[in-house]
DNA sequence: CTCGGCCTGTTTATCTTCGC
DNA sequence: GCGAAGATAAACAGGCCGAG
């Protein structure tokens, strides 16, 4: 770990410019492809034996790693679509030490996950990718999966060793490399920090925007919101009734977010999760009794455990002006102390929720409207 | 035309803070 | 100490580009 050491000095850098920080990290770097490289090499030695020796499904034949499966109409789609589940992970992760056992290959999934066909050819027959299809097929043995599926499960899961919150060297790092700009700036931070890219996307947008501030005691008021939805209503040059149910544009965001001095996500957020449902729920709903309703509708589908609800499907049994991540939200809080929740059968979830949701205070939802001066107001159902 | 890599929008999950 | 709100990160997904 002494790679972690260098990092970690990191921690305290005051001057961005100094050019021997950019020239450490392009060693970090240098480093663990220097290792991939290594392990690819390992595998290639071994490619003249990897040999498909087993009956393959139709959709693990096709050639395409790393993007979707197309598939005819008039073929029916006999694989699984939904996230990975535990027990699929864990089959792919006998499979793999199957592979490296049988293949006398060194126990490194992740230098095989960081990998990437930068400079050689991306013709399918190359070695290289061979390959890397021939494992992901490997891997995908009795799974109903396609390669591309199992491909992108083995690369956020054995590719990214860091998860949760960035910490302070992590972000310093960052603002160095906002400095200094190297190629590709993202897939180079995510392979230096071992982080998932779309992530340091995210990161290096908030830090470029110098946006971190004020994260604290931002409370959602009254004028607050009005504020908001009048700007919403002038951007899009749309009156209150039409904003119901749309998708905005990011331009049109990202002007509320210079007007609002906030992250346009955290705006979008507040938007599809709180203020629409205030606004365009027009009955007086208690909570807890919306949260039954949701756990009985829950029991009419076949989901087996918590993360293959699709929560459009729930929400389709609802009165307008619902959103789905109001649903998600609101049938999370009941869980938030259960263990394992994600990993419970749903029908024990279910039952478990019901019990608990009398135990919780019984609120109503919030609901506004636009009085005559224009100013949202507390509708108040209550004689 | 195909592919992989990269970029970025959308949905889901988890962590932190605040007011009661 | 608790639940809700807010913030942040992970996971999922699709589009664009350039090389062959």
Redesign the pocket.
């Known amino acids: 770990m002494e790679d972690m050491d260098l990092l970690a000095r990191f921690e305290n850098v005051e001057d961005l410019s100094d050019p021997t920080l950019i020239d450490d990290l392009q060693m970090v770097l240098e480093q663990i492809q220097a290792e991939d490289e290594e392990f690819m090499q390992i595998l290639l030695d071994k490619k003249e034996s990897m040999v498909v020796t087993w009956e393959q499904p139709w959709y693990q034949e096709?050639?395409?790693?790393?993007?979707?499966l197309?598939v005819k109409d008039d073929v029916s789609q006999d694989y699984r679509?939904?996230?990975?589940c535990s027990e699929e992970a864990e089959l792919i992760s006998k499979n793999w030490k199957d592979f490296r056992k049988t293949y006398g290959v060194p126990n490194k999934p992740a230098c095989l996950a960081r990998?990437?066909?930068?400079d050689?050819?991306?013709?399918?027959n190359t070695p290289?990718?061979l390959v890397?299809?021939f494992i992901m097929a490997y891997l995908a043995r009795g799974l109903n999966r396609t390669i591309?599926?199992v491909?992108?499960?083995f690369i956020?899961?054995y590719g990214?060793r860091?998860?949760?919150?960035?910490s302070v060297y992590?972000?310093k790092i960052m603002l160095v490399c906002m400095y200094h700009k190297p190629?590709?700036?993202?897939?180079?931070l995510?392979a230096v920090l071992g982080?998932?890219?779309?992530?340091?996307?995210?990161?290096l947008?908030?830090l470029s925007n110098g946006?971190?501030i004020?994260?604290?005691?931002?409370?959602?008021?009254l004028p607050l919101c009005t504020t908001f939805l009048k700007l919403l209503m002038k951007y899009t040059g749309e009156p209150l009734e039409n904003l119901q149910n749309k998708?905005?544009?990011?331009s049109i965001?990202v002007q509320l977010e210079e007007a609002m001095g906030?992250?346009h996500?955290?705006l979008?957020?507040?938007w599809?999760?709180?203020l629409h449902v205030q606004l365009f729920v027009r009955c007086d709903i208690k909570?807890?009794k919306l949260r039954k309703k949701i756990l009985k509708k829950l029991k009419l589908y076949p989901y087996k455990i918590?993360?293959?609800?699709?929560?459009?499907e729930i929400l389709e049994h609802f009165p307008d002006g619902f959103t789905?991540?109001f649903l998600?939200?609101?049938t999370?809080?009941?869980f938030?102390?259960y263990k394992d929740?994600?990993q419970t059968p749903l029908e024990k979830l279910i039952d478990y929720g019901l019990k608990?949701i009398k135990?919780?205070?019984n609120?109503r939802l919030?609901t506004l409207i636009l009085n005559e001066k224009q100013e949202l107001e507390i509708i108040n159902y209550k004689k």
């Open positions: 096709p050639n395409c790693l790393t993007r979707p197309k679509t939904d996230t990975i990998w990437r066909n930068k050689k050819s991306r013709h399918p290289e990718e890397r299809r591309y599926q491909y992108k499960f956020t899961h990214n860091f998860k949760g919150r960035y992590e972000e190629k590709n700036v993202v897939p180079y995510s982080r998932e890219p779309r992530g340091i996307y995210k990161k947008l908030q946006k971190i004020e994260r604290n005691n931002f409370k959602w008021t998708r905005f544009g990011t965001w906030k992250e996500l955290c979008q957020m507040f599809y999760n709180s909570i807890n918590w993360s293959d609800i699709r929560w459009k789905h991540g998600y939200k609101t999370s809080n009941i938030r102390k929740y994600r608990r135990t919780m205070p609120k919030k």
